[in-house]
């Protein structure tokens, strides 16, 4: 079976630290996002890569750094967490493809409060 | 550009009853077209897609989709509603890209009555 693994569903972090979201797929897939979800405002790509070391801005980049060292694990950073980025962060993973249209899979999400 | 855009953001229906949530899609390109549910404090997961083949489109749990490409179309459809079903539900179109980037409506919350 397809595995998306986030390895903190429910964190509370405090205004200024470094917050560190990681996120692990065991299908040896190449493209691998991460989203935030919020009320009213749906899914929003925040950064993308894919290959390792390889990444790409998604729509909502500021604030967010991300790290692709092995293939199987993408992590999100924030530099220095601010209250409006309390959300769910949702990790995915893909397989490479020429075409669109390959399914995208989800992690179970990751509960972010900054207080 | 693409784009999507589910026309009703709150369904309710009666268990038992059909259901349909609507998704209408803007595409420069012969589009992918995914249904994605979510329940509460859960990932997504995959209703069923569409990649070009038949239009007519079925998935996991009694789901099914039209691709309606004079209508620029995908809705969602099952025949009974069950209290499980209850969730939210995303219609996704694909980005004409290698990268496999996909653009979400905003979402269509689905409530069962008993």
């Known amino acids: 079976d397809v595995k998306v693994t986030q390895s903190s569903r429910y964190l509370v972090k405090r205004t200024g630290e470094k917050v560190f979201l990681e996120c692990v797929q065991d299908m040896d897939h190449e493209n691998m996002f991460w989203y935030r979800q919020d009320p009213g405002l749906g899914l929003r790509l925040i950064y993308f890569?894919?290959?390792?070391?390889?990444?790409e801005k998604g729509d909502i980049p500021e604030g967010y750094s991300v790290s692709r060292e092995k293939k199987e694990r993408f992590s999100l950073i924030l530099e220095s967490a601010s209250t409006n980025q309390t959300s769910m962060y949702l990790c995915?993973?893909?397989?490479?493809?020429?075409?669109?249209?390959?399914?995208?899979?989800f992690g179970e999400g990751s509960w972010l409060t900054v207080v | 550009a693409q784009s999507v855009t589910q026309l009703d953001s709150h369904v309710s229906v009666s268990e038992g009853t059909p259901v349909l949530l609507r998704c209408n899609y803007s595409s420069s390109y012969s589009p992918s077209l995914f249904w994605y549910v979510q329940h509460p404090n859960k990932g997504l997961q995959l209703l069923l897609k569409y990649t070009s083949a038949a239009t007519l489109v079925k998935g996991i749990n009694g789901f099914e989709a039209e691709f309606k490409k004079s209508e620029t179309s995908f809705h969602l459809t099952k025949p009974s509603a069950h209290m499980s079903d209850a969730a939210e539900y995303f219609c996704?179109?694909?980005?004409?890209?290698?990268?496999?980037?996909?653009?979400f409506g905003q979402g269509t919350t689905l409530q069962v009555k008993p």
């Open positions: 995915a993973s893909s397989p490479r493809q020429g075409h669109s249209g390959n399914t995208i899979y």
């Open positions: 996704v179109v694909s980005a004409w890209s290698n990268t496999g980037k996909l653009i």
């Open positions: 890569s894919y290959d390792v070391k390889m990444k």
